[in-house]
């Protein structure tokens, strides 16, 4: 065999190793893009067994009611002021009840990292439902520099509990209940002016709501009861709760606003 003959075997060899042993580096990498695929898919499949069946359906079924309510609350207030108050209002309950039907019907679909932003803006919201509330109760039955004191504590409780959840995540599940509570239950120190402005009708709503929300953060925070984890779980009851709370004070909000 001449030399330039067995140059050229000895090259189309190691061209063909080179290909074996591309070809088996592609199939590892296949392989390992597999598994990786795969323990994704059986993760979100575990996430969603998980899950009690109605988790997110409630809020997801009230969103649209939310918004519905609301237009409406925010179309017949009299004044720029009270529509605009009106109108935050509006935005705060939607976003809190379509971010959470979102957020929670999507758990185990949605990559990680977008479930993770959904969740936190799921938790920040309840501090923006809480603030939303006050504004047109306050707008509408208090006098004006009261009002903008009510209206501070709590857009500012508010920022302060959002910024919380966002920047430490891994707060304990109680010390966020205590803080929506506490933001909460701001009104009690004027509920003797929502009285003298409006009657006792809003004063019962107002107290109500607060009532049911504080019981569904308890339930919230303790996980308990969990009547059917299958189906609907301890923290159906607290969505619940939510529902019940938000539609006294929306009311409370329609008394004050166009009574």
Sequence with gaps: MSPHAATRGRGARLAEDVRDAASEATSRAAGAAGSVASAAAEAAAAVLASKPRLRGWIHACTAPLALAACIVLTVLAPGAGLTWA?????ACSLVLFANSGVYHLSNGHFPTRVTTVL???????????????YTPLSVALLAPGTARLVLAIVWGG???GIVTTLVWRTAPRWFATLLYVILGWVAIWFLPSFWRADGAAVVWLILAGGIVYTVGGAVYARRWPDPAPRWFGFHEIFHVCTVLAWACQCVACYIAVLG
Excluded: E, M, P
């Excluded at 009106?86 to 509006?90: G, I, P, Q, S, V």
């Excluded at 969740?119 to 509330?133: C, K, P, V």
């Design 86 to 90: 009106c109108a935050a209002y509006l």
């Design 158 to 160: 508010a920022l302060a």
């Design 119 to 133: 969740q936190r803006f799921d938790h920040a919201n309840i501090y923006l439902l809480i603030a939303g509330t």
